[in-house]
């Protein structure tokens, strides 16, 4: 699975929105970019995930860019309880049962008043 | 509601004893997925099954035993030839290539 490069750490303003960067300059055409959250002490949270389309849930919006190397997810109003460790993870799509995802050490985003 | 539930939340071992954690799920996936996070890391994948009576080492297997006799549990086992136990375990399941959910984790400190 291709490797994922994200900035150790982020402040955002509550109310804001948060733009989480990652790059993934050596994805191929077969492999999904996925994004979790991990509260302290709890397990990951899925938030969303996309092919090459730019995607929106209750929970947040993915851009992906056209040469899909990079995307940014975005919270378009943070609050406090969005403060988390925020993996971007790209994985391959599996014909089988199972998908292997690895975890980098993400991106620790802090929500401030 | 559906889920997966990790037990117990605190464990505690003495060296030198096999400890083993539980997982359980009712969201009928088919694969389950065992992870060990240290401290300001991310996680690493120990064993995972894709369906019963099978499962594939995963990047940090050494040390650690599982088994899937039914579907909805994949039990962990953490042996005394692992050198390092004390982390932070998590569980997964998923269906296909669908997104893994998590549990709330394990976790293991040596006494």
């Known amino acids: 699975d291709a490797k994922t490069t994200q900035p150790t750490s982020m402040d955002c303003a509550e109310g804001r929105a948060a733009n989480l960067p990652c790059n993934h300059s050596?994805?191929?055409?077969?492999?999904?970019v996925y994004w979790y959250r991990q509260i302290h002490s709890q397990g990951p949270q899925y938030i969303i995930h996309?092919?090459?389309n730019n995607e929106t849930n209750e929970m947040a919006s993915l851009i992906i860019t056209e040469d899909r190397k990079s995307s940014t997810l975005i919270l378009p109003h943070a609050t406090l309880r969005d403060t988390a460790v925020y993996y971007c993870?790209?994985?391959?799509?599996?014909?089988?049962?199972?998908?292997?995802?690895?975890f980098g050490t993400g991106t620790r985003l802090q929500v401030t008043l | 509601d559906g889920g997966i539930t990790q037990s117990p939340k605190y464990l505690f071992r003495k060296e030198g004893q096999n400890v083993t954690l539980s997982c359980e799920q009712n969201?009928?996936?088919?694969?389950m997925y065992w992870y060990r996070q240290d401290p300001g890391q991310g996680l690493r994948l120990i064993y995972y099954?894709?369906?019963?009576?099978?499962?594939q080492k995963g990047d940090i297997a050494e040390g650690y035993s599982v088994s899937r006799e039914k579907k909805e549990s994949f039990p962990l086992t953490v042996t005394s030839a692992q050198k390092n136990p004390t982390a932070f375990y998590l569980c997964?399941?998923?269906?296909?290539?669908?997104?893994?959910?998590f549990g709330d984790g394990t976790r293991l400190s040596i006494l």
């Open positions: 997964a399941s998923s269906r296909g290539h669908q997104p893994q959910h």
């Open positions: 050596t994805i191929s055409g077969n492999e999904y």
């Open positions: 996309g092919l090459k």
């Open positions: 993870i790209v994985s391959r799509l599996n014909t089988g049962t199972a998908s292997k995802l690895t």
């Open positions: 969201l009928n996936h088919d694969a």
């Open positions: 099954s894709q369906i019963v009576n099978d499962f």
